[in-house]
């Protein structure tokens, strides 16, 4: 008798809990569907979560990072340095504002900006930093600050990963500039689209407000100015609904998946047949576990592997599959092969193993079984 077949595991999946769904129904019969209480709702609760930090809802984390790059006062001729290895995202929203992207190598293992290469891209037109707490490991958050404080630059944290991490036990978002969250549907918390910029003064969430909807500011109950010509990202009461129950459950999903990254160490501690992610600790999200594969030791490529963990019922995600400044529109910038060679060994030889709350610990013995399994067979 052959065994029956495991259903199919994905390398990540949202969980949407009952009283979510019926939330949601109840936001689709109320006739309000937009932006309205709902999004009230989850500001105020992302502040509660933040410290009381002022938070401002984006259509998706991509409008809430070009939007804290605009109200920060960041230009054309500005210099922002930012990690070579993260989403695209990162880098295009500098360049959308009309600045530059100026790229520094990340670790191998944390993923994260190393700081000796930030120091030394500094010239008199930087402006920004803008690091990235990947697979929400969060970076040394003493240093870049002493960082920034000492050349009086600007900060707009990429935490796109990084909901509830937390830097020597305080959450990022709760403390430092401007911080940008987001809620797409691989994420830790999910709205399905979604994102947030947390802090800013007074003046500059106002600006958060102009920016997310047409530049229109109410001047009497039956009056509205347009300020300067923008666009629109305000998020839906649909969506906010979702978050607004997601929101509930984030400590206990985090916690979860620190258990199922737990389990991958612990059987992987010795002999691991793959490169491990820097570990961090209880501050760590645990937002993806990604390690690199030893494809120089190996007879099969990445796609190959990622195949047959597919045959066996095991989904494989890649982040990300380029460092930035190796696409097209970043050589077009003057980048070339080879300048951060951590980033572009990272994507070759990352893989994204199942993560997400859902899991059975039994999910990732079965990973690791098989992961193991396909690359000792597929040793040189
Ligand atoms: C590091 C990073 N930055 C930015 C983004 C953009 O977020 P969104 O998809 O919400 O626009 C993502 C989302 O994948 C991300 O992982």
Not at 110 to 115: A, L, P
Not at 296 to 320: A, D, N, P, T
Request: glycine residues 8%.
């Amino acid at each position: 008798m052959t065994e029956p077949r495991k259903p199919y595991l994905p390398f990540t999946r949202p969980t949407i809990d009952e009283e979510t769904i019926q939330g949601v129904a109840e936001v689709l019969r109320s006739g309000w569907i937009t932006s309205g209480p709902n999004v009230r709702k989850l500001e105020a609760a992302l502040s509660e979560y933040f410290g009381g930090r002022p938070v401002r809802t984006q259509m998706h984390a991509t409008a809430s990072l070009e939007h804290a790059l605009l109200v920060a006062g960041i230009r054309a001729g500005d210099e922002v340095i930012t990690p070579a290895m993260s989403f695209v995202a990162t880098a295009n929203v500098i360049v959308r504002v009309g600045a530059r992207p100026v790229f520094v190598d990340v670790g191998l293992d944390t993923r994260n900006m190393d700081f000796d290469q930030v120091e030394a891209a500094i010239t008199p037109r930087t402006r920004a930093l803008m690091p990235v707490h990947f697979a929400g490991l969060p970076v040394d958050m003493d240093r870049l600050y002493a960082i920034a404080r000492r050349h009086r630059l600007r900060v707009i944290e990429d935490a796109a990963q990084a909901i509830g991490s937390a830097w020597r036990g305080r959450r990022i978002g709760s403390f430092g500039d401007l911080a940008c969250f987001s809620f797409h549907p691989n994420k830790n918390l999910t709205t399905i689209e979604g994102g947030c910029v947390v802090g800013g003064s007074p003046e500059e969430v106002s600006r958060l407000e102009l920016h997310r909807f047409h530049g229109q500011a109410k001047t009497a109950a039956d009056q509205v100015d347009t300020l300067f010509a923008a666009g629109k990202a305000n998020l839906s009461d649909v969506a906010a609904r979702v978050g607004l129950g997601q929101l509930a459950a984030l400590e206990q999903f985090n916690a979860r998946r620190r258990e199922l990254a737990a389990r991958y160490y612990s059987l992987w501690a010795h002999d691991a047949p793959v490169r491990l992610p820097a570990r961090g600790d209880e501050g760590h999200n645990c937002h993806m576990f990604a390690p690199l594969l030893p494809l120089e030791r190996l007879s099969i490529s990445r796609l190959q592997f990622i195949q047959q963990m597919e045959e066996r019922g095991i989904g494989v995600g890649v982040h990300y599959a380029s460092a930035i400044h190796l696409f097209t529109a970043y050589r077009a910038l003057g980048y070339r092969d080879g300048q951060f060679p951590n980033a572009e060994r990272i994507g070759r030889e990352t893989v994204t193993l199942p993560l997400f709350p859902a899991m059975e610990l039994s999910d990732v013995d079965r990973v690791v079984e098989a992961t193991t399994d396909i690359l000792r067979s597929a040793a040189k």
